[in-house]
């Protein structure tokens, strides 16, 4: 298993809650995207961390979201106060730098629905 | 800001017949052109990119896709279509930064038997 992996695959929660995502990226990659998709928005970009760079958060939706990478490895995204809207699958990335030509590695995917 | 369209948001072929699927890009620099796929209820998986090394790119599975900048277009084939190519198909551009993909809308592919 050299891929990336998230958790929980699935979360059910109500709203008003807040809720943790977590991503492990692939070992030795610098950087690491996260994305939305939804059924009204499609794939689109929420944040990036390179290195130790401060973090790009220009996709995220509202400040009810923010993300952190801890050593360089890990990342969570938590959303707070959920709302209906924030319904969709949340996609953890990596790749080997930050690059043009570098292919981002996709995990499977953390499906969070919001009551 | 460099976008793509896919058009056409669903293909239905029969197994054995040709996939084509359609994507055009919109940049003012020469763009770094990516296809992705996505089984169901799985991550996305790259099939192939172009990088301005070579304007016909081939991939896995079978797929190769071929940059024309005239036409502006990144479109996606397949000679014979197998029942396991059944998924959903994104074309993605990366930005000039190098790290945001911006996607297409995707294309939802079935295959007839």
């Known amino acids: 298993g050299a891929g990336v992996s998230q958790s929980p695959s699935n979360k059910v929660t109500e709203k008003g809650k807040d809720v943790e995502l977590r991503c492990d990226p692939i070992?030795?990659?610098?950087?690491l995207y996260w994305y939305r998709q939804s059924l009204g928005q499609g794939l689109e970009f929420l944040i990036y961390?390179?290195?130790?760079?401060?973090?790009?958060k220009s996709g995220l939706p509202s400040d009810r979201f923010s993300a952190e990478r801890t050593g360089g490895s890990v990342s969570t995204l938590t959303i707070q106060r959920t709302q209906q809207e924030d319904s969709a699958v949340y996609l953890c990335a990596s790749s080997l730098r930050i690059n043009h030509q570098e292919t981002q590695y996709f995990g499977p995917g953390t499906r969070l629905l919001v009551l | 800001a460099q976008s793509v369209t896919q058009l056409g948001s669903h293909v239905s072929v029969s197994e054995g017949a040709l996939v084509l699927l359609r994507c055009n890009y919109s940049s003012s620099v020469p763009p770094y052109l990516f296809w992705y796929v996505q089984y169901p209820n799985q991550g996305l998986q790259l099939l192939l990119k172009?990088?301005?090394?070579?304007?016909l790119v081939k991939g896995i599975n079978g797929f190769e896709a071929e940059f024309k900048k005239s036409e502006t277009s990144f479109h996606l084939t397949k000679p014979s279509a197998h029942m396991s190519d059944a998924a959903e198909y994104f074309c993605?551009?990366?930005?000039?930064?190098?790290?945001?993909?911006?996607f297409g809308a995707g294309t939802t592919v079935t295959v007839r038997a």
């Open positions: 070992s030795g990659h610098t950087a």
């Open positions: 993605a551009v990366s930005d000039q930064g190098g790290y945001k993909l911006s």
């Open positions: 961390f390179q290195g130790n760079s401060a973090p790009d």
């Open positions: 172009y990088t301005s090394a070579a304007t």
